[in-house]
């Protein structure tokens, strides 16, 4: 598994194009902004692309769901308990914070546990509420890799001032199902740099008493 990188969008959120180097094929993670660009990264590492995951419904990761999908012809995959947010314009914030509300509706709605198998990779939806109702994260066990959206940063959590959240929850959800995997899995978060599960588990402040 390869993972190639942008940021994109008003306040810098991480897209990932994670590609199966056998088959060339390709997920994107939360495409943030700028399907164009997003293509043209596609295109020019010559993968096929064959899903959408998302994280969360929030609008600085989904804003170039609608083209992206239309133009890539290819399903959005997102928790079950995010449906209603990502429907709802008022509460995946993009008519209050980024002047295009968009209601959005998943093609696969997965449930916690679910295995994803999509382009010759195997992820495990992880649902991890608290920075929004229906938050989640993908874990590929293979590889050791997590995409944690909001959910974990390097050296923070998500923020849980948006409508729906919860730092109580949040906190549970990073104690049973993130501070769980092993300490060598790479962690790509929705903003920022990457980390390792291991290196939050030491310097997170956020987990002290853990
Ligand atoms: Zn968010």
Do not use: W
């Not at 993968?47 to 995951?53: D, E, G, K, Q």
């Not at 133009?71 to 914070?97: F, H, W």
């Not at 992880?126 to 989640?136: A, I, S």
């Amino acid at each position: 598994m390869k993972i190639e990188h942008m940021v994109l969008g008003a306040v810098a959120t991480n897209c990932y194009l994670v590609i199966n180097e056998k088959t060339k094929e390709a997920i994107v993670v939360d495409p943030a902004d700028r399907a164009d660009v997003i293509l043209r990264k596609a295109a020019e590492k010559d993968v096929t692309l064959r899903a959408i995951f998302l994280t969360h419904g929030h609008g600085d990761h989904i804003l170039a769901v609608p083209e992206l999908r239309e133009k890539a012809g290819i399903p959005v995959y997102a928790c079950r308990a995010e449906e209603a947010l990502l429907q709802d314009p008022k509460q995946n914030l993009t008519s209050m914070l980024f002047g295009k509300p968009l209601s959005l509706k998943a093609d696969i709605l997965a449930d916690d546990g679910e295995e994803l198998n999509v382009g010759g990779m195997r992820f495990r939806l992880l649902f991890t509420p608290g920075h929004t109702p229906g938050g989640c994260c993908y874990y590929n066990e293979e590889d050791g890799v997590l995409f944690s959206g909001d959910t974990l940063f390097a050296g923070s959590v998500g923020r849980t001032d948006f409508p729906g959240g919860s730092m109580k929850t949040l906190m549970r959800s990073l104690a049973e199902k993130i501070l769980c995997l092993p300490d060598s899995v790479r962690v790509y978060p929705g903003h920022q740099e990457d980390t390792t599960i291991g290196e939050e588990r030491l310097c997170n402040p956020y987990f002290r008493e853990y």
